[in-house]
């Protein structure tokens, strides 16, 4: 079974619209770190936002958001306020553990396509 | 400025003929890990390193190797590159931060073609 699932290969949305990218997870363990990361067609990855599973309030990051819904296992990122250099590939990812070092499992990604 | 490198950011070789794609970071980190980036496949995992001398297989080890000698240094070796590793390659490194929070600095990516 998948860990990371995201289900949506591409999404278009308008500019200074919202937008979410889902994602779901799987696993076990009760503690747990969820991650979203943004790839442009430069192909850096970059850093977004971070979730950990005993955060009761969901992570914000200016106009990112995690929406978070433990008992569900989503995980779902929140873009407001669309802007054309949001135009990526979206990757979420968890790191399963308390270790601090345990591998990074990705989702297959989210295109996002932001129009004028 | 702290950072993840890695050289060469584009290689284009013939099957059979041993490489190497180097990773080096600035930022003392314990931790360092190789991914491979493949479309509709995500990132997997190819090696990981805890620290010095201590390497570990990912989920798709296979044709590759690795080496931690040095802290700040984490080496993918491929001894006979076939086509199917054809890919786009990442490094990343960590510190332990506390419980949970542990962000992973990517390096900037190895596009590699093996004809």
């Known amino acids: 079974a998948q860990k990371i699932t995201q289900t949506q290969p591409g999404m278009f949305v308008q500019e200074k619209e919202a937008v979410t990218l889902d994602c779901t997870y799987d696993?076990?363990?009760?503690?747990?770190?969820l991650f979203w990361y943004k790839q442009p067609s430069s192909g850096e990855m970059i850093f977004l936002i971070y979730?950990?599973?005993?955060?009761?309030q969901n992570a914000t990051e200016g106009r990112y958001s995690l929406n978070f819904q433990k008992a569900r296992k989503s995980a779902n990122l929140v873009i407001s306020a669309s802007q054309l250099g949001d135009s990526a590939m979206y990757f979420c990812?968890?790191?399963?553990?308390?270790?601090?070092?345990?591998?990074?499992?990705f989702g297959k990604g989210t295109m996002l396509l932001v129009s004028p | 400025e702290a950072q993840v490198t890695q050289n060469p950011r584009y290689l284009i070789t013939v099957t059979g003929k041993k490489l190497t794609v180097t990773c080096s970071q600035n930022?003392?980190?314990?931790?360092m890990s190789w991914y491979r980036q493949d479309p509709g496949l995500g990132l997997r995992q190819i090696y990981y390193?805890?620290?010095?001398?201590?390497?570990d297989k990912g989920d798709v080890p296979e044709g590759y190797k690795v080496s931690r000698k040095e802290k700040r240094n984490f080496p993918l070796i491929l001894e006979s590159p076939s086509p199917n590793q054809t890919s786009l390659y990442f490094c990343?490194?960590?510190?332990?931060?506390?419980?949970?929070?542990?962000?992973?600095?990517f390096g900037p990516g190895t596009r590699l073609t093996v004809l």
């Open positions: 990343a490194s960590s510190t332990r931060v506390g419980i949970s929070y542990n962000e992973q600095f």
């Open positions: 696993t076990s363990d009760q503690s747990y770190g």
């Open positions: 979730q950990g599973s005993y955060d009761e």
């Open positions: 990812a968890m790191r399963e553990g308390n270790s601090g070092y345990s591998t990074l499992t």
């Open positions: 930022m003392n980190h314990e931790y």
């Open positions: 390193s805890m620290n010095v001398e201590v390497t």
